[in-house]
């Protein structure tokens, strides 16, 4: 079955910068599209950065050119660099995999990691 673990999470200091990874098994991994998303208290789950199946990026205005994501096909590991971290970026992050193409930062994806904590202060 399909399985996603994160680490990487943690709390800093505005400014400041985290990378979270997250390896996937049980998934044939360069066919699969794959994402980050978060979901603060209060507010609604939404899409970060996403990479497709053929590797085209896309992010959500708010952490463009703060964030970078990539992945390690050969470690089945997907990765999000945040750098320049602010208060607002606060929140529960969750990677996601579906496979195919073409779900960017919607919610469609159909395997979620658990999720680790980003505090930002």
């Known amino acids: 079955h399909v399985q996603l673990v994160e680490s990487g999470g943690g709390s800093v200091q505005a400014g400041g910068s985290l990378r979270l990874s997250c390896t996937g098994s049980g998934y044939t991994y360069n066919r699969n599209c794959m994402a980050w998303f978060r979901q603060a208290p209060g507010k609604e789950r939404e899409g970060v950065a996403a990479?497709?199946?053929?590797?085209?990026?896309s992010y959500a205005d708010s952490v463009k050119d703060r964030f970078t994501i990539s992945e390690d096909n050969a470690k089945n590991t997907l990765y999000l660099q945040m750098n320049s971290l602010k208060p607002e970026d606060t929140a529960m992050y969750y990677c996601a995999t579906r496979r195919g193409t073409g779900y960017g930062l919607s919610l469609a994806y159909k395997y979620w990691s658990p999720g680790t904590q980003v505090t930002v202060s």
């Open positions: 990479v497709d199946s053929d590797g085209t990026t």
